[in-house]
Nanobody
Framework: QVQLVESGGGLVQPGGSLRLSCAAS????????MGWYRQAPGKQRELVAA???????NYANSVKGRFTISRDNAKNTVYLQMNSLKPEDTAVYYC????????????WGQGTQVTVSS
């Protein structure tokens, strides 16, 4: 069982930056793929970025070049650095932990609101 706690969301103007954090219980980063998803009103949840235990990353085309996902295994924490934010980035952002050993096992954070507006 894994518990994920997210923080760092808030209101920011277009062009601004935010850093989201997701702290996980236990030492899961050695065996879990960590990801950030987002869900805007009226839309389905979509993958924003993911990072494997080995450090490989993957990004949605809409955020590539603007967002950076990283992980600190010693702190059991994954981050999402968001730069050059756009109003289209407004959504609830969710942290996800996906077992690399048991592919059907995954956990979700509670979500944190990111609002990009003037």
């Amino acid at each position: 069982q894994v518990q994920l706690v997210e923080s760092g969301g808030g209101l920011v103007q277009p062009g601004g930056s935010l850093r989201l954090s997701c702290a996980a219980s236990g030492s899961i980063f050695s065996s879990y793929i960590m990801g950030w998803y987002r869900q805007a009103p009226g839309k389905q949840r979509e993958l924003v970025a993911a990072v494997t235990s080995g450090g490989s990353t993957n990004y949605a085309n809409s955020v590539k070049g603007r967002f950076t996902i990283s992980r600190d295994n010693a702190k059991n924490t994954v981050y999402l650095q968001m730069n050059s934010l756009k109003p289209e980035d407004t959504a609830v952002y969710y942290c996800n932990a996906h077992s690399a050993v048991i592919s059907t096992r995954h956990y979700w954070g509670q979500g944190t609101q990111v609002t990009v507006s003037s």
